[in-house]
């Protein structure tokens, strides 16, 4: 891994330290500036869904889409919501509640029998946002699912060669965060042609603090 531990460890620091004091935990941020990569090709349109070591003090909030057995097991897992055909076919056109779920969930999983029935209702709210659903067929692990889809992030890159995504808070461990932000790079070594070298820059941040820049 090019960037090593302690140069990480070094900038979580200083990007902690020049951060005001909140009365919250502020978000912890990684921020991407890609370079040589053509966006039109499809190494350009990013959209990959990153498991993270470490779940963050604002684990991801959850929306199931589900049916019978799976929707009873979604509550019993505690998802944050479900939403059940009947409920689903009733939403269909009501734009205003469509972006209300949009905007305060933050993972999406659908029963795959589901799924174009989630596409037509909520295809044009979720899409934009990045939050396209994941989806799992009627006899999956629903605990499992949510436990994982808690700590994940999504690395996106649509318009501009820039990703960025919440890699931790503020009150995690630096060696903590270090590891999550180590697992988006393994990812992005992978998905990118040249690996890290496609990384101009990366620059670590609170939620309201000062970047702080690192050079691959």
Do not use: W
């Amino acid at each position: 891994m090019p960037l090593d531990k302690k140069t990480l460890l070094s900038a979580i620091k200083e990007a902690k330290s020049k951060s005001k004091e909140r009365k919250f935990a502020q978000s912890v941020d990684l921020i991407l500036d890609i370079k040589e990569i053509d966006m039109k090709a499809p190494e350009g349109r990013i959209q990959q869904i990153v498991e993270l070591p470490h779940v963050t003090a604002k684990p991801n909030k959850i929306c199931v889409f589900a049916t019978g057995e799976l929707a009873l097991k979604a509550r019993k897992s505690k998802a944050d919501i479900v939403i059940e055909k009947k409920e689903l076919t009733n939403l269909f056109g009501k734009k205003k509640e469509l972006r209300k779920i949009a905007n305060a969930y933050d993972v999406f999983i659908a029963e795959a029998p589901l799924m174009a029935l989630v596409g037509k209702t909520f295809g044009p709210v979720l899409g934009p946002r990045g939050k396209l659903p994941v989806p799992v067929p009627p006899n999956a692990n629903i605990s499992e699912n949510i436990k994982k889809h808690r700590k994940t992030v999504v690395l996106r890159m649509k318009n501009q060669p820039i990703i960025q995504c919440q890699i931790g808070t503020e009150d995690m461990t630096d060696e903590k965060i270090v590891d999550n932000i180590q697992a988006v790079l393994r990812v992005l070594e992978g998905k990118l042609k040249r690996g890290i070298k496609n990384i101009k820059y990366l620059f670590i941040k609170t939620s309201m603090g000062t970047p702080v820049k690192i050079k691959p």
